[in-house]
């Protein structure tokens, strides 16, 4: 290729054309003949996302972040750390907030699955979404699908009565606080420091609800 | 990840059955830990047995008064159980302080127990590490190891157990429920459930091999003032240096277990009888024998403080 077009590759390009080189040399041997692929177990899943059905049969390894992104071509949820500890890949099942990266797709065989695609559309912003831009609850925004995805399940978890770490009281019905709502927050780390910001789009959208 | 076969299983006893059948098996429930052990290949299961759907979901009252809470309840669905936070404020308390509330959601009861250390030299497959790899050697003994145990340890092995839950577990007297491969069942108390690592610290658990837990037990409810007191480099989603679980009552009489210092919750009950006197002479007994390296000396006088203002709080 001509080195001045190079930059017309895109950053996922460049990724794949890597990984495909770095595989290709994994299966020479070392007498320079290929060896033998690994069989690949497959195996079959269906679930609902964002109302849609899907039957799916896939590498039984195949976590739902990459099914979400790579399978169905939903790409607004993110991959961060690929092991639970950023948030990123929040999505909700069932009505409940998980890490996609921890959890195989074959794990949510009957699931239904909402990613911030289904959510809210550009035309027609989930209230949630609405106030992260009101209040400037992002700058790189690589976080943020995760980010609110967790903040619309926060607020339904406290609206339920769920108790956190520093809830005074086990037993009463817990208020929004902003200190409930960094405590809930806290399995989303946002590098660029929104923080305060997010807090205050939650607070705006929980004080609506109430 | 390496490649591997998937069933899923409908009842504990198919998962014990299937476990048996399959060569090189692992149960999968929540998946928050082994899926992250599978990616870095510190964990490599020819088959996955998903138990996700075997129906131990559910928190039951006893005959006897306590509860039995199904294998496959997760944490936040436990530590928000009514009874749980009414009469084992202790249980919920602990589950509270623990991960995030994405794990919190998909972790179960039965995986929390069985998590492995979060020791970074255990992680880390270029390091020396006798619980990944026995007989390799132990690079935390005289790496970084401010975070790791200071009792219980041996000198092949100084991870300690990452549980809050098992802590409030440990101090409620709960017991461990398990089905065989041939169908027997039986309940290990949790006090005899860990094994101390001595020179095969890669064998945690005295579960054998195939043998599935199905449920955990609690005694009927003591009454008390419930503390879980978890001290940690940040406010949230870490784990604990040291954390302390007290059950206290009125008289002064107690019990108290405490995490991130050994390879199990660490519980001693003749200490108890000291409880009484003061923090000092509880936890002189509590950690007598303690072998701490330089980096994590502090965590002696870390509990000591700790258990002091547990039960300062409890006074009050």
Known sequence: MDESNDYLFSRREMLVSTTLAVTGLALLNVTGAEAAPVPVSQAKVSFTVNGQPHQLEMDTRTTLLDTLREHLHLTGTKKGCDHGQCGACTVLVNGQRINSCLSLALQHQDDAITTIEGLGTPDKLHPMQAAFIKHDGYQCGYCTPGQICSAVAVLAEIKAGMPSHVSASLLEQPQATNMELRERMSGNICRCGAYSNIAEAMSEVAGKDS | MKTFTYERVRTPAEAAAAAARTPGSKFLA????????????????????????????????????????????????????????????????????????????????????????????????????????????????????????????????IATHPSDMAVAMRALDAGVE?????????????????????????????????????????????????????????????????????????????????????PQPWRVETAEQLLPAGAKEFTAQLLQGARPTKENAFKLALVENTVAAVLNEARH
């Open chain 2, 30 to 157: 929540g998946g928050t830990n082994l899926l992250d052990l599978m990616k870095l290949e510190i964990e490599t299961p020819a088959h996955i047995i998903d138990v996700g759907k075997v129906g131990l979901d559910k928190i039951e009252p006893t005959p006897a008064g306590g509860l039995r809470i199904g294998a496959l309840v997760t944490n936040t669905d436990l530590a928000n159980h009514l009874p749980v936070r009414r009469d084992y404020g202790l249980l919920s308390r602990a589950l509270l302080a623990g991960a995030t509330g994405q794990l919190r959601n998909k972790a179960t009861t039965a995986g929390n127990l069985l998590q492995r250390t979060r020791c970074p030299y255990f992680y880390d497959t270029n390091q020396r590490c006798n619980k990944r790899v026995p007989g390799s050697g132990c690079a935390a003994i005289a790496g970084f190891s401010r975070q790791l145990g200071v009792i219980g340890t041996s000198n092949a092995c």
């Open chain 2, 178 to 262: 398990t089905v065989k491969a041939n169908g027997t069942t039986r309940t290990i108390p949790l006090a005899q459930f860990y094994r101390l690592p001595g020179q095969t610290p890669h064998l945690e658990t005295i579960l054998e091999k195939n043998e599935l837990i199905t449920a955990v037990l609690l005694p009927p409810p003591v009454g008390g003032v419930h503390i879980y007191q978890k001290v940690r480099d940040r406010a949230s989603y870490a784990f604990a240096l040291i954390s302390v679980g007290a059950i206290v009552q009125k008289d002064g009489t107690g019990r108290i277990a405490v995490g991130g210092v050994a």
